[in-house]
Nanobody, 120 residues
Framework: QVQLVESGGDLVQAGGSLRLSCAASGSSRSIEIMAWYRQAPGKQREFVAQITSGGATTYTDSVKGRFTISRDNAGNTAALQMDNLKPEDTGVYYC??????????????WGQGTQVTVSS
């Protein structure tokens, strides 16, 4: 079973930057997609960005041009570089991985989340 641990959340002023990291541990055939979601207080969890094992990236419109998702060569760590942060970026950021088991079955794993707070 793969486990995910996020880090890097903090309190930052609007216009500032943060870098979130998600580290995957455990045994699997591969991790096909690593993604970031966020949940603001009183709102549903929403998609932020994802990166495939091949390096293809997708972003939600509100973060395009400000956030960059990346992945290490081993594919076990994903980072989210967040620049020009806005108060509306505040929330708990969760890492999600689509894991392929050795029997070729897949499952989704979530991390515990890391708090990002952007003050105006």
């Amino acid at each position: 079973q793969v486990q995910l641990v996020e880090s890097g959340g903090d309190l930052v002023q609007a216009g500032g930057s943060l870098r979130l990291s998600c580290a995957a541990s455990g045994s699997s055939r591969s991790i096909e997609i690593m993604a970031w979601y966020r949940q603001a207080p009183g709102k549903q969890r929403e998609f932020v960005a994802q990166i495939t094992s091949g390096g293809a990236t997708t972003y939600t419109d509100s973060v395009k041009g400000r956030f960059t998702i990346s992945r290490d060569n081993a594919g076990n760590t994903a980072a989210l570089q967040m620049d020009n942060l806005k108060p509306e970026d505040t929330g708990v950021y969760y890492c999600k991985a689509n894991v392929i088991r050795y029997d070729w079955r897949s499952y989704a794993m979530w991390g515990q989340g890391t708090q990002v707070t952007v003050s105006s």
